[in-house]
């Protein structure tokens, strides 16, 4: 069901939103009857923070489905993700301010180790430094200007994460992906979905084989993983369909580029990685200009894709620092959930619910006591899909008039 005209019918000015994302927060025991991260993790003022709030359960995109961040975060800011869809490409290109035109096709990379016979050892490539990456661009801009009569041009993004966008003529995003999710296998070769996507599938076989022709003598960045070939989508705006004036707050590209896609004005932030005090400064300097924010954490999701359970627990633990400089700027509705699970047991995202922790004026009574996936199914808010979050964020904040007579 599209709520959208009803949503923009309906929306009147009210108090201002905080949407925090935990990236992967929720997760799974290292075994059976165990606990999870988050139930491992020290965090005092989280738990303060959820016995006065009330708390429940989010599936972010459809049981069973594990969703990549992009329709996951979608789904949280209101947009249904089966309806609105984008490739990560055009995320990452749209999060670093590329180049990125009507007619492109953007692929988001992942650098990898391949072994002699051209298997994957490690999908990350060991997660180099952003300095590295840059380095290994360098040389690629170099030697790959083109392929056949398409420009190809590659942009750093973190870590072992970079961008290609393809610019000529008769592109389409129609192909499959390169990267077989799992160490063990080579490289999958691209394949077109469609007749018009034939060429673009090709191309990206050549750049494959150039790329590793290239870093054959790199010993650890010597492959390229390609997923999410998209071209560049558009979107209702959260200005036009909730009346809101939205502001994004987030270290990574990818998650810039979702937050841009919607119209939020992505705020700077300084330092490097997950950077906390910086997302903390941006939030405090800029807190009277806009009546919505997004402020996201990615370092919870990257520790359970490496399969490092008690990295995570430190990084909810950090997060929990921070938390009382978040409760002093008093928003009058503070919502705190993830994008998807990412249990380090799994070293993948996962299908599993989140928890979901509301604060606002006007609660029901709730049993929950701590930020967990076993006391969120205690929670006054029952279990709620992520489309549905939104306009319970505007409800609470006053944000929405009566619907009918």
Known sequence: MDLFPVLKELHQPGGKILLVVLDGVG??????GGATELEAAKTPNLDRLAAESALGLLTPVHPGLAPGSGPGHLALFGYDPFRYVVGRGALSALGLGADFREGDVALRGN?????????????????PST???????AKLKEAIPHIEDVEVHFYTESEHRFLVILRGEGLSDGITDTDPQKAGLPPLAAKPLDEASAKTA???????????????????LNGALFRG???????????????LEAAAIASYPMYKGLAALVGMEVLPVEGEGDAHEGKLKALKENWER????????KKTDAKGEDGDFWGKVREIERFDALLPELLALKPEVLALTGDHSTPAL????????????????YLRRDEARRFTEAEALKGSLGHLRGVELMPLLLAHAGRLLKYGA
Not at 27 to 32: A, V
Not at 111 to 127: E, I, S, W
Not at 290 to 297: D, K, N, S, V
């Open 346 to 361: 799994l070293k993948a995202h996962s299908w599993h619910p989140v928890p979901l922790l509301l604060k606002a004026p």
């Open 202 to 220: 090709r191309l990206v076989n050549l750049l494959s084989e150039r790329i590793r022709e290239v870093l054959r003598d790199e010993p650890r």
């Open 27 to 32: 997760g799974l025991p290292l075994e059976p």
């Open 111 to 127: 650098f990898a180790t391949l072994d002699a016979q051209g298997k994957v050892v490690d999908r990350r490539a060991g997660r």
């Open 290 to 297: 806009y009546e919505f924010f997004y402020l996201h954490f």
């Open 229 to 243: 070939a998209s071209k560049r989508p558009r979107f209702p705006s959260l200005k036009e369909v909730f009346g």
């Open 131 to 137: 300095e590295e990456n840059r380095r290994v661009i």
